[in-house]
T-cell receptor
Framework: KAGVTQTPRYLIKTRGQQVTLSCSPISGHRSVSWYQQTPGQGLQFLFEYFSETQRNKGNFPGRFSGRQFSNSRSEMNVSTLELGDSALYLC???????????FGQGTRLTVV | QKEVEQNSGPLSVPEGAIASLNCTYS??????FFWYRQYSGKSPELIMSIYSNGDKEDGRFTAQLNKASQYVSLLIRDSQPSDSATYLCAVNRPGGYNKLIFGAGTRLAVHP
């Protein structure tokens, strides 16, 4: 069974640009969550989608958004990039609520 | 007070010893508890999940949960140098869907 797939693996963007990251969950998993990991703040929850609906959102500005498609694949978008957005962005998929979450390899975003 | 607290370490143990990693959480109604291992530059890998009080064993790993004390621990028996990594404790609450709250992680170093 294939794991969680995130693309791209690495990105370098300039301040002010926008970026879209993609996540394909484990087959059959309908819940996709996104996290940001930085050395200073650790792993922080961004948002979670289930059956194309955002069910929960973390404490991040509106520049961070996401969506989920009917095939459970998800994208997250960050607009007007800031230097502080440089981080490892992780996607996790879960079968249903309050169950184990499995992470993808992550997308390393560097904003210059 | 942080929602999930871990000693940052490093926790240094000799090869073959038992490594004991601890985690406390603040929300008494927390329901699901997870341990992830993260190697440097890699994404978190789920190693244990525990949902009810007591011990859960899987190979060399044992997770222990005490909801009354709001405490969850991970024991690694016969520690190997390949166990050297950061161990992240994560907690989920009822109604939180799949929003995981992570501790800052404990760095474990197993020396030969």
């Amino acid at each position: 069974k294939a794991g969680v797939t995130q693309t791209p693996r690495y990105l370098i963007k300039t301040r002010g640009q926008q970026v879209t990251l993609s996540c394909s969950p484990i087959s059959g998993h309908r819940s996709v969550s996104w996290y940001q990991q930085t050395p200073g703040q650790g792993l922080q929850f961004l948002f979670e989608y289930f059956s194309e609906t955002q069910r929960n959102k973390g404490n991040f500005p509106g520049r961070f958004s996401g969506r989920q498609f009917s095939n459970s694949r998800s994208e997250m978008n960050v607009s007007t990039l800031e230097l502080g957005d440089s981080a490892l962005y992780l996607c996790a998929s879960s079968l249903r609520q309050n169950t184990e979450a499995f992470f993808g390899q992550g997308t390393r975003l560097t904003v210059v | 007070q942080k929602e999930v607290e871990q000693n940052s370490g490093p926790l240094s143990v000799p090869e073959g010893a038992i490594a004991s990693l601890n985690c406390t959480y603040s929300d008494r109604v927390s329901q699901s508890f997870f341990w992830y291992r993260q190697y440097s530059g890699k994404s978190p890998e789920l190693i244990m999940s525990i949902y009810s009080n007591g011990d859960k064993e899987d190979g060399r790993f044992t997770a222990q949960l005490n909801k009354a004390s709001q405490y969850v621990s991970l024991l690694i028996r016969d520690s190997q140098p390949s166990d050297s990594a950061t161990y992240l404790c994560a907690v989920n609450r009822p109604g939180g869907y799949n929003k995981l709250i992570f501790g800052a992680g404990t760095r474990l170093a197993v020396h030969p």
